[in-house]
């Protein structure tokens, strides 16, 4: 999915984001954010993703400010939270396919840009499919042996698990986090950090710190392990931007809520649908 108009503004408040949450100095701020949007000016492109462009933006920002975890403590909040309703949500929980499915889109409501009561809503709100490729996923995953889980947000992880032990019916999982931090994406270190990887398979990186992934930056083990799967499960928008590029092998499940207007319109979907999608 290419960028749009549109995300130029959303990039922008990125930048400010970024840079507020990595240093409390004024001054060292101001280097950050000009440095950010003039390299924002530099990159953006409607020839490129919404990825290729956001990646040096954070890079910078972090290079700035000598924070190589800006997003750290609003992943803290994230994970807090998220333990808590997930806790109540699987309170009576009577798992099957369909329902890991339904649970893991949920956690696909925890976004750095939406605020925190608004989520906590969405948590607990009804789910329905605006696309619903659920009626052929246990068809797909009777040939599976091999499957790669790509996994999006931090406090997702908890909202991912029944997901991903129903998938271990079907073959061998693999967990896929980013190799480094970045925006509030699970990172290999966040799961010793927040105790998350005592419920997950085995358990590797895209190899890079880019959201969702950009397969010129993934490392060999990643791309060789990609190509491989029998059977990928991306979670989240940054996964739909950038393998929504390639192209369409019946074996990508994409699952994620479309929370700003260009994926949306890219999915022929209303805003913040959701959506379970084979492609």
Avoid at 66 to 91: C, F, H, I, S
Avoid at 113 to 135: G, H, M, N, R, Y
């Amino acid at each position: 999915m290419k960028i749009t108009n549109e995300c130029y503004d959303c990039l922008s408040r990125l930048v400010h984001q970024a840079a507020d949450l990595a240093t409390k100095d004024p001054e060292l701020k101001v280097k950050a954010i000009e440095q950010g949007q003039n390299l924002l000016n530099c990159e953006f492109s409607l020839d490129k993703t919404s990825i290729a462009v956001a990646t040096p933006l954070h890079r910078a920002i972090r290079d700035v400010t000598g924070n190589a975890d800006p997003y750290l403590q609003m992943k803290e909040t994230e994970v807090a939270m998220a333990r808590d309703l997930y806790q109540d949500l699987v309170t009576n929980y009577q798992s099957d396919l369909k329902r890991d499915v339904v649970l893991a889109v949920r956690g696909n409501s925890i976004d750095f840009f939406v605020d925190f009561a608004e989520i906590k809503q969405d948590l607990i709100s009804p789910v329905e499919f605006a696309i619903d490729d659920t009626d052929k996923l246990e068809a797909k995953l009777k040939d599976a042996r091999n499957i790669l889980y790509l996994a999006d947000n931090t406090g997702e992880v908890f909202f991912d698990l029944h997901l991903v032990r129903r998938l271990g019916d079907f073959g061998s999982v693999t967990y896929v986090v980013k190799e480094s931090p970045v925006q509030n994406d699970v990172s290999l270190s966040d799961l010793q950090k927040f105790g998350l990887a005592g419920g997950l398979p085995r358990v590797i990186t895209t190899g890079t710190d880019t959201p969702g992934v950009l397969m010129e930056m993934a490392s060999d083990q990643f791309l060789n392990e990609f190509t491989a799967a029998d059977f990928v499960l991306a979670k989240g928008m940054g996964y739909w931007e950038t393998l929504s590029e390639l192209p369409a092998k019946g074996k990508v499940f994409h699952l994620l809520k479309a929370k700003c207007e260009p994926v949306a319109n890219s999915l022929g979907v209303p805003l913040n649908s959701y959506i379970a999608l084979l492609r």
